[in-house]
């Protein structure tokens, strides 16, 4: 028998295999197991109505878009953060991770206020025809809301990892400012930024309480995908709710797979240390 | 010809350079030599554009030097810890200077390519190319730094402590092929290190600092064997420190008395300072010596250091000889012997005990006795 250095794997392996199949793998078997009882004809039927689509492509799009969006604002947010030293640093610190705190249902609430018609925002956006409050844009301004602390969260440890002296090297190499952070400081964060990418990704898609105060949840137009879900349960279409929430886990499932697989190339610099 | 004038520079609570005045002649390799903190390191990265003095300038043939930035230098400049660009290979790394250049001054592609070939192998790297620099050691990724700094055709090259995070072999390999390096390229070459056998053995010039001054700058012999100040003596080489007093006929310690007074009468106390290889263990008993007891035989390789005891001075001294006359003179634990220096740097002390350097006397036995 091979001598291990590392004491416990057997324990800890056993461990994590039966809390993953009893917290995860366990929920997700009885999942497809209700929705297989749709049938497949009905599957198809529900996943190619108009309106399922519609709701899908609101959630899975507004999502990613909302991720994107993230990542830039979560790298300005985090850049400053880490790089500068000035007053109230700290109290800032701590209001990124105000979305991770609020109930998501205060956070829906207070983004629909302010953005209604009559509301601190609102009441400025809408002459200019911006309408935000219970239009898709509502949507995907929640969504952006609720992922906003991932990215910040998982790029700050990266960035104060980053050495100096790596950009004062490109600096007197001959690269002008943009140049070292395209071709120096981005390609070093693209891990993490896409870590931050997956995980606010992953909340949005899924978000279900602070959207519905600020959608509308106009059929067609403004209706999320778990809303659907929520719709069907009411309606005590359990299979119907459960093959719909197959869909929408195969879809992040596999947005998910395509995101580690382009991290993996980010590090492709590491992963082949010898 | 650069020019150094009057640099200053402060940062919170402490003075990094205090005055710094200093000319590079064009094709030189000078050396920084000082302990941690003694402002040699902000030095380096003024001249490279990283950092500013906060008064002073920089003139490089009469044109401000401080006025051109960084990346319009024409330095290339290797880091301590490299820099590397991790997530670039080693031909990527070295190419970087280039590439980065606007496309009217960007050689082609083919160019570009040849022109890394050309530095990997005169680096020693051909065939590493395609790696990454995590995937090379520690000798082979400071090769990489130094070929990354000359792809850019600098003027200048400057070094921050090259050969600090390597061990102890590869170090001198390394330091006697940057020599070669620098003699065959003719560039200008700056390093800083805290090492001074590095910076004697490489060096044509050696600037000691210390406490953000410079104490001496010359060529590594004149350091060695004419030190300007008691820094200087205690920090280059071994050194065995005592104090001579002023008697009727002159200075003296111990019975032991330099012929000579260049200070006429001034001064009642100097400070001494004398190298363990110029001390006499056998010195013929017509001349003034002291009595010394032989504690301890360190032998390392081809020296042997004695630690000895003068009883008369209350001091422990270190003298250096050669292996092979352990035995010539029947050197052995616990012997009594008749111990003179051959020659002493000498600093008088003013009335509050301070050292001045501007008074040093070099003396130097009458007649060389062999030993």
């Known amino acids: 028998m091979r001598r291990r250095v590392l004491p416990g794997f057997g324990l800890s392996f056993g461990y994590a295999v039966a809390y993953l199949g009893l917290i995860v793998l366990l929920p997700l078997a009885a999942l497809a197991w209700k929705a297989s009882g749709i049938g497949f004809e009905g599957l198809v039927r529900l996943l190619s109505a108009p309106r399922t689509l519609a709701a899908l492509r609101l959630s899975v799009g507004g999502a990613v878009v909302a991720a994107l969006i993230n990542v830039v604002i979560g790298l300005l947010v985090g850049w400053v953060l880490v790089r500068y030293r000035f007053p109230g640093r700290r109290l800032f610190d701590a209001l990124v991770d105000l979305p991770f705190a609020l109930p998501t249902a205060v956070a829906g609430i207070a983004l629909t206020t302010l953005y209604a018609s009559n509301g601190w925002l609102g009441r400025w956006l809408e002459p200019l025809g911006i309408k935000v409050a219970y239009t898709p844009l509502g949507v995907f301004v929640a969504m952006v809301f609720v992922g906003f602390p991932f990215v910040v969260r998982t790029l700050q440890p990266v960035l104060s990892a980053l050495e100096r002296d790596v950009e004062e090297a490109a600096e007197s190499l001959g690269a002008q400012r943009w140049q070292t952070f395209f071709r120096v400081i981005l390609p070093m964060l693209a891990p993490a930024l896409l870590t931050g990418f997956a995980l606010a990704l992953a909340r949005a898609v899924g978000e279900?309480?602070?959207?519905?105060?600020?959608?509308?949840?106009?059929?067609?137009?403004?209706?999320?995908?778990?809303?659907?879900?929520?719709?069907?349960?009411?309606?005590?279409?359990?299979?119907?709710?459960?093959?719909?929430?197959?869909?929408?886990?195969?879809?992040?499932?596999?947005?998910?797979?395509?995101?580690?697989?382009?991290?993996r190339w980010s590090q492709r610099w590491a992963e082949r240390a010898a | 010809m650069l020019e150094l004038s009057r640099l200053h520079r402060r940062f919170a609570g402490f003075q990094a350079l205090d005055d710094v005045s200093l000319d590079i002649a064009p094709g030189e390799f000078l050396a920084?030599?000082?302990?941690?903190?003694?402002?040699?390191?902000?030095?380096?990265?003024?001249?490279?554009?990283?950092?500013?003095?906060?008064?002073?300038?920089?003139?490089?043939?009469?044109?401000?030097?401080?006025?051109?930035?960084?990346?319009?230098?024409?330095?290339?400049?290797?880091?301590?810890?490299?820099?590397?660009?991790?997530?670039?290979?080693?031909?990527?790394?070295?190419?970087?200077?280039?590439?980065?250049?606007?496309?009217?001054?960007?050689?082609?592609?083919?160019?570009?390519?040849?022109?890394?070939?050309?530095?990997?192998?005169?680096?020693?790297?051909?065939?590493?190319?395609?790696?990454?620099?995590?995937?090379?050691?520690?000798?082979?990724?400071?090769?990489?730094?130094?070929?990354?700094?000359?792809?850019?055709?600098?003027?200048?090259?400057?070094?921050?402590?090259?050969?600090?995070?390597?061990?102890?072999?590869?170090?001198?390999?390394?330091?006697?092929?940057?020599?070669?390096?620098?003699?065959?390229?003719?560039?200008?070459?700056?390093?800083?290190?805290?090492?001074?056998?590095?910076?004697?053995?490489?060096?044509?010039?050696?600037?000691?600092?210390?406490?953000?001054?410079?104490?001496?700058?010359?060529?590594?012999?004149?350091?060695?064997?004419?030190?300007?100040?008691?820094?200087?003596?205690?920090?280059?080489?071994?050194?065995?420190?005592?104090?001579?007093?002023?008697?009727?006929?002159?200075?003296?310690?111990?019975?032991?008395?330099?012929?000579?007074?260049?200070?006429?009468?001034?001064?009642?106390?100097?400070?001494?300072?004398?190298?363990?290889?110029?001390?006499?263990?056998?010195?013929?008993?017509?001349?003034?010596?002291?009595?010394?007891?032989?504690?301890?035989?360190?032998?390392?390789?081809?020296?042997?250091?004695l630690d000895l005891h003068v009883a008369s001075l209350d001091l422990a001294l270190e003298a250096d000889v050669a292996s092979e006359d352990l035995s010539r003179f029947g050197l052995q634990l616990g012997m009594e012997l008749r111990v003179a220096p051959r020659s002493v740097v000498m600093f008088p002390l003013d009335g509050k005990g301070e050292p001045l350097s501007e008074e040093r006397w070099i003396w130097h036995a009458r007649s060389p006795v062999p030993a």
């Open chain 1, 208 to 263: 279900y309480g602070s959207v519905i105060f600020i959608a509308g949840n106009i059929p067609m137009r403004s209706e999320i995908a778990p809303l659907l879900i929520v719709q069907k349960l009411e309606q005590f279409d359990v299979a119907g709710a459960a093959a719909l929430g197959v869909a929408m886990l195969l879809l992040s499932f596999g947005l998910l797979v395509l995101v580690s697989l382009l991290q």
């Open chain 2, 32 to 305: 920084l030599l000082g302990p941690s903190g003694s402002g040699k390191t902000t030095l380096l990265r003024i001249l490279a554009g990283l950092d500013y003095p906060d008064s002073g300038s920089v003139l490089r043939n009469g044109d401000d030097f401080l006025a051109t930035p960084a990346r319009e230098r024409r330095i290339g400049m290797v880091f301590q810890h490299y820099a590397l660009f991790r997530h670039l290979t080693v031909i990527e790394n070295i190419a970087f200077g280039l590439r980065v250049r606007p496309w009217r001054s960007r050689p082609s592609r083919s160019e570009i390519r040849a022109r890394v070939d050309r530095l990997l192998r005169r680096v020693q790297l051909d065939g590493l190319g395609t790696r990454y620099p995590t995937q090379l050691s520690g000798g082979q990724r400071q090769r990489v730094a130094l070929a990354r700094a000359l792809a850019v055709e600098p003027d200048m090259l400057l070094l921050d402590e090259p050969f600090g995070a390597l061990d102890a072999q590869v170090r001198v390999a390394l330091r006697r092929w940057l020599r070669e390096l620098h003699e065959e390229l003719g560039l200008t070459s700056i390093f800083v290190t805290h090492d001074q056998e590095e910076a004697l053995e490489l060096a044509d010039r050696v600037a000691v600092m210390n406490k953000g001054r410079i104490e001496q700058v010359g060529p590594p012999e004149v350091i060695y064997q004419q030190p300007a100040t008691p820094f200087v003596c205690e920090f280059i080489g071994k050194v065995n420190r005592f104090s001579v007093r002023r008697h009727a006929g002159g200075f003296a310690a111990a019975g032991w008395m330099p012929e000579g007074d260049p200070w006429q009468g001034r001064f009642t106390e100097a400070v001494a300072y004398v190298r363990p290889e110029q001390l006499r263990l056998a010195t013929p008993s017509s001349l003034p010596a002291w009595q010394a007891h032989l504690r301890h035989i360190y032998l390392a390789g081809g020296v042997a250091h």
